[in-house]
């Protein structure tokens, strides 16, 4: 065996600090791990002391030309203590240098923020794959059931997962897990496309206003800028046409509570002058009284027949109460006579005139049943005729009202879009230029997750966005000194 051969100084630093070098940048992602820095932690500690570090037959010297990772892993290969083949050493090394440190790089973010993850476990096809993370921050995995890796970093699952394997199955599980997919951001209010974007590392509030299309700016059917003239003109004519609903609205309300005048409303004076304001509100007047004299005169039309059907029927009433009493008369008479007859009295023809007397009578009072029926079958008919006739008005005037209160939403919003794209043309308000020191300013607010809890963050364009956010674009007016 050949004597060891002691290396002066300056050598053991260089490899003292190409392994140290090595172990620290490659190897953590690698099998590895612990032996290579257990050897480059022994390796410094026999530097410093001036010790014999390498033998022939045990170890292979590091030169300058093995730097890389064929010559790392050629190093980790003839060093029995790694248990490691030439082959497996060298795979080994160009793995970790190739694989990026997902949990290193996404170590500021939470699980709470991942929408997937991708595990991984030799020798468990079951598990390994793509697992969506929960609501509340769980996994569902094949043999352990639902995992909670609620605040925990991916370094941290993977030793979760690996420890729940060894209990199960009772031996070791190498697992490595990374980020699939990242919960998007989302991107709501004054912006030209609303919705949903994938998160990246490093987004700002500026460049998800970017992805939606920018700050929303009013264009023609062609695409080219409105000008403010145009904006002005939109913002007034739909005010015009809300305050003509506004008015109507009103002449509804005061026809369906049987009122003779209009109640004014409060918002006409924001949208159109007085003097045309009170054209509006005389013009919905004269529509109120026309339609109220139609109303009342189809009503005081049933209301008169019912009266004169009322009457017959009060004189058809007394008719008949006359007529049996005639009947009662003529019957009692009729009864004597049969009496004096019996005895010899009366001849037989007196009896026969009295029975087509009370045989009249009797015909006369059932007709004036008849005809009393009739018309209190007429009286009826008036009176559901006059009820139909309330009912309708009211049914037509309620739908009349939700068709005019919708068109009035929709005319609100025109005016409140062409406002504030004349405001932000030219900073002015569309309705009264006096108002010119109010300008409109773009903010930003970010709705985020806390604790399971929604809270509202003010940002600017340069605030960092977290996956999951929403980000809430809005006009916000503000008056120059």
Do not use: C
């Not at 010559?71 to 090394?93: D, E, F, H, M, Y």
């Not at 010899?344 to 007397?357: C, H, S, V």
């Amino acid at each position: 065996m050949s004597e060891p051969r002691v290396l002066r100084s300056p050598e053991f630093v260089a490899i003292a600090l190409l392994l140290m070098f090595a172990g620290a940048y490659w190897l953590p992602l690698s099998a590895a791990l612990p032996t290579i820095a257990a050897n480059a932690a022994e390796v410094s500690s026999e530097v410093s002391s001036g010790v014999t570090v390498a033998t022939a037959e045990n170890s292979a010297a590091v030169t300058p030309q093995d730097t890389g990772s064929s010559g790392l892993a050629k190093s980790v290969a003839n060093n029995p203590a790694t248990g490691l083949s030439n082959r497996q050493g060298r795979t080994a090394i160009e793995k970790s240098a190739a694989k990026p440190n997902i949990a290193s790089n996404n170590s500021r973010i939470s699980i709470s923020g991942v929408e997937k993850l991708i595990i991984r476990v030799e020798g468990y096809t079951s598990i390994s794959g793509e697992h969506r993370v929960s609501e509340n921050s769980s996994l569902l995995v094949a043999g352990l059931g639902w995992v909670s890796v609620k605040d925990k970093s991916l370094g941290e699952i993977e030793q979760l997962l690996s420890s729940e394997l060894q209990k199960l199955t009772g031996r070791d599980a190498n697992v490595s897990v990374e980020v699939a997919e990242f919960k998007p951001i989302f991107v709501s209010g004054y912006v030209t496309r609303a919705g949903s974007f994938p998160w990246r590392p490093g987004y700002t509030v500026l460049h998800a206003e970017t992805l939606s299309g920018g700050v929303y700016r009013p264009t023609s059917a062609t695409g080219a800028a409105l000008p403010s003239d145009t904006e002005k003109a939109r913002a007034h004519r739909a005010a015009s046409d809300l305050a003509n609903v506004e008015v109507t609205i009103a002449r509804l309300n005061a026809e369906r509570a049987g009122a003779k005048e209009i109640e004014r409303p409060a918002r006409l004076k924001d949208l159109v002058s007085d003097v045309d304001a009170d054209r509006l509100i005389a013009a919905q007047g004269t529509a109120l009284a026309s339609r109220r004299a139609a109303h009342d005169a189809q009503v005081q039309g049933l209301e008169r027949a019912r009266a004169l059907a009322q009457e017959e029927y009060q004189e058809l009433r007394n008719q008949h109460v006359r007529l049996q009493e005639q009947l009662r008369a003529r019957q009692d008479n009729l009864n004597k006579l049969d009496g004096l007859k019996e005895k010899g009295y009366l001849r037989a023809e007196r009896i026969l005139d009295e029975q087509a007397r009370v045989a009249d009578l009797e015909a006369r009072t059932s007709n004036s049943s008849v005809a009393l029926a009739r018309v209190k079958s007429l009286l009826g008919t008036f009176q559901r005729d006059l009820d139909v006739i309330r009912q309708d008005r009211i049914a037509q005037i309620d739908a009349e009202t939700i068709k005019q209160e919708r068109e009035a939403s929709q005319l609100e919003i025109e005016v409140q879009s062409a406002a504030q794209s004349y405001r932000k043309l030219t900073g002015t308000n569309a309705f009264n230029e006096s108002q010119s020191s109010k300008q409109s300013m773009v903010g930003y607010e970010i709705v985020r997750q806390k604790d399971g809890q929604p809270v509202a963050v003010s940002a600017s364009r340069f605030t960092l966005l977290e996956p999951g956010d929403v980000l809430v674009v809005s006009l916000v007016d503000q008056f120059n000194n």
